[in-house]
């Protein structure tokens, strides 16, 4: 069993910031792809910013500039740096990585259950 668990959400001001984290645990053999999304109150959830084994990112144009990923491969850990935030940004944020699990032949996609960032002006 394969669970991502998300952390350092919460409420912070126009133009402060946060640190994401999302953690993978269980029968991992290898992790490919990890991503982040979000999703605001009424909309859908959308594509925030990914990063690849190797280290390859790429951001949605809305956070260009403003947000960093990265990733901990020994720790099947990834990041999300979020510098002046916007109200706009507020969303539950929710990590995805395609996991190759042990026992399976190919890879997942495996959710976490998101963490709530709120951007006040």
């Known amino acids: 069993q394969v669970q991502l668990v998300e952390s350092g959400g919460g409420s912070v001001q126009a133009g402060g910031s946060l640190r994401l984290s999302c953690a993978a645990s269980g029968s991992i053999f290898s992790i490919n792809a990890m991503g982040w999304y979000r999703q605001a109150p009424g909309k859908q959830r959308e594509l925030v910013a990914t990063?690849?084994?190797?280290?390859?990112?790429t951001y949605a144009d809305f956070v260009k500039g403003r947000f960093a990923t990265s990733r901990d491969n020994a720790k099947n850990m990834v990041y999300l740096q979020m510098n002046s935030l916007k109200p706009e940004d507020t969303a539950v944020y929710y990590c995805?990585?395609?996991?190759?699990?042990?026992?399976?032949?190919?890879?997942?996609?495996?959710w976490g259950k998101g963490t709530s960032v709120t951007v006040s002006s």
């Open positions: 995805q990585f395609n996991i190759w699990a042990k026992g399976f032949e190919y890879g997942m996609d495996y």
């Open positions: 990063i690849t084994q190797g280290g390859t990112t």
